[in-house]
């Protein structure tokens, strides 16, 4: 499975951006993580799909944020709003999701490169 990401950038506080993440098989379950530098990669955003689907998000984007994946499921989306600069990170997209925690990024078999997103105050 490969994963690209894309819609990364440079905005000012309180603007929005975009990110896709488009895989090359059939992945259901798919997240969005991040990592700024000197500090621990975190999860940002999950759809998992077990029996049914459930969305999850950290509680530092919840009501900013929102994932979504169309129907193909193969790529995956991340509307952030109202953007942070403690927001600013790289952002990756996984998926082979391999059950238990949607927060943990061993959890996922495949990862992208990752796309740039940066905050200015």
């Known amino acids: 499975e490969q994963l690209v990401e894309s819609g990364g950038g440079s905005v000012q506080a309180g603007g929005s951006l975009t990110l896709s993440c488009t895989g090359s098989g059939y992945t259901y379950s798919m997240a969005w993580f991040r990592q700024a530098p000197g500090k621990e990669r975190e999860a940002v955003a999950a759809i998992i799909w077990t029996g049914g689907r459930t969305t999850y998000y950290a509680d530092s984007v919840r009501d900013r944020f929102t994932i979504s994946q169309d129907n193909t499921k193969n790529t995956l989306f991340l509307q952030m709003n109202n953007l942070k600069p403690e927001d600013t990170a790289m952002y990756y997209c996984?998926?082979?999701?391999?059950?238990?925690?949607?927060?943990?990024?061993?959890?996922?078999?495949?990862w992208g490169p990752g796309t740039q997103v940066t905050v200015s105050s």
């Open positions: 996984v998926a082979g999701y391999k059950d238990h925690s949607w927060n943990i990024f061993q959890h996922y078999r495949y």
